[in-house]
Each structure stands twice: as structure tokens, then as C-alpha cells.
């Protein structure tokens, strides 16, 4: 198959192409982080990088056979407080109408695209008349040990599990942790306390069995109603004995093989991850090209 990925990542897309046993002729992906690129090209000489979407006139390409991409959902996701509430319109999020451009112009036979589960129906409502399909409503926890809720809009054939793998996060935690990760008691009372006026989007719970979705600003470390943290028998000198999750740790949450985004810094790992895909979930859907 010829692939064309766009808002490629860190090429999770690629990954699940090898975990399905899809035959890849060319993997063509459209991305412009540098750091991502070079997660990519670690793991995958093969692909190809043409650049910007913006300046999808000038590529060439051969007959492409599936395109797949998840534009940024930061105007549409619920979780965004900042958020400016311009949806489809917003100055991220407005990027959706360039893949439906690069779909038009080359009318695979078939196409993925994926968005975040909490936008407003106003905007699903959009993408699905644009598409011409209903999305699938497919949340990671059945394939991980984490809650990511998401929508898959697609032309193949998929069938939504009815069980969940039976992966928590005790199964993807690990043993040996260095002290870095371990929180000093200021940073416990802090994410165990409500934000300012307030807000707060759940409980202040740790040790959960199945996580909170890894996002991509996970390395600022927000409050436990937001992020993942796990309390240990261990305990270093000057913190307690409450830390955070590796990057290794969120490269098993998104179902990545081990070390996938090694090569960057831990903040860059943490951003990466974040802005990907779940694997398993892709990988599943993919199973409908056979």
C-alpha cells in the first residue's frame, strides 16, 4: 500500500501498520516538529517526510491507497480551559479542513481520521457530513491501561471490541524508578489540592487501575484530578514516596514498543507521546483492510 499520514507524530501510524501485518510500499507523512521527525526516522528509515500540509500543491505523489491523520484538537477538546471556542474554526483545530483538501485531491480508497471524544456535537456534525461517515466511538482503555476517548471517522470496515484487554496500570508500571520522578511534599500538596477558583475536573486520586489520558503537556505536572501518579513502598531522601509516571511508562499507556522516543529529552518524550496515537486502537482498525 501507499500511505499518506497526515499530522504524522511520531509516525504511530507506521507502528500499527507493522502490528497488523499491513504491507507498506511508501509511508508518506506530512509533519513539521523536528524532534517528532526524529523519533520517526530512528524507528523507520523508510519513511519518506514531504513536508508542510499547507503545501500539499506542490507534492508528488504516486497513487496513494489510504490516508490517515489526526489534526490538533486543542479548539475542540473539553479539557482545553483555555480554550477559545472557535471548534473547527479555531487556529489549530481549523487544520482539519486542510486534510479534507488532501482527501479530495487524492481520493484514496481508503481514509482514517481521528479527533478527540469531548468536542461539541456542532463540530462532529461538521466532520462527519464532510466525510460522509458516521465515527466510531472507540476509547483506549479497551485496548490499555488508559482512558482516551476517541473519534475515528473511516470507510473501513471495524467492529468496536465488546471486552476490554485485561491490561491496568500495575501491568505497565516499572519496578526501578529514579528518584527524579518521585514528588517533594510541596508538589504532593499541590496536585492533591484544587486549582485556583476552584476548578476541578475530578476527583484528587492516585494509584488508579486504569490511568487518565496521557496528553502532551503531562511534563508540567498537573493536579491528580488531571494527570497519573503512583505511590510506591519506596521512599527518597528529601521526597515522598508519590511519583509520576516515566516516559517509558507513557510509551506503554499508548501501547509504543518500549523506547520508542528515546532519543529526546524527557519533556520532548512526554510531549510526543501525548500528541500521539494508542497503537492497539489504529492497529485495530486496520484489521478491516484484510
Known sequence: MNILSLFDGISCGRVATERSNIKVTNYYASEI???????????????????????FETWELPKIDLIIGGSPCQNLSSSNVYGDGKGLNGEKSKLFWEYLKVLNKYKPKYFLFENVG??????????????????????????SAQKRN???????????????KNIFMEDISETTVPDKYY?????????MSP??????????????????????????????????YISTKYCPDGRTNVRRLTPLECERMQTLPDNY?????????????????????????????K
Open 118 to 143: 469531548s468536542m461539541k456535537n456542532i463540530d462532529k456534525d461538521v466532520i462527519t457530513r464532510e466525510l460522509g461517515v458516521q465515527p466510531l466511538k472507540i476509547n483506549s482503555q479497551l485496548f
Open 195 to 228: 486549582a485556583k477558583k476552584g476548578w476541578c475536573s475530578g476527583k484528587m486520586e492516585i494509584d488508579l487501575e486504569i490511568g487518565r489520558p496521557i496528553t502532551a503537556s503531562c511534563w508540567r505536572i498537573h493536579r491528580a484530578d488531571t494527570d497519573n
Open 261 to 289: 522516543t528515546s532519543i529526546l529529552k524527557d519533556k520532548d518524550r512526554y510531549e510526543a507521546i501525548g500528541n500521539g496515537w494508542t497503537v492497539d486502537v489504529i492497529a485495530h482498525i486496520f484489521k478491516g483492510l
Open 183 to 191: 514528588l517533594k511534599q510541596g508538589t504532593l500538596d499541590c496536585i
Open 33 to 55: 516538529n523536528e524532534k517528532a521527525i526524529a523519533v520517526s526516522k530512528y524507528n523507520y528509515s523508510g519513511i519518506q517526510h514531504i513536508g508542510n500540509i499547507f503545501d
Open 150 to 164: 476517541r473519534l475515528y471517522w473511516t470507510n473501513m470496515p471495524c467492529e468496536i471490541p465488546t471486552e476490554r
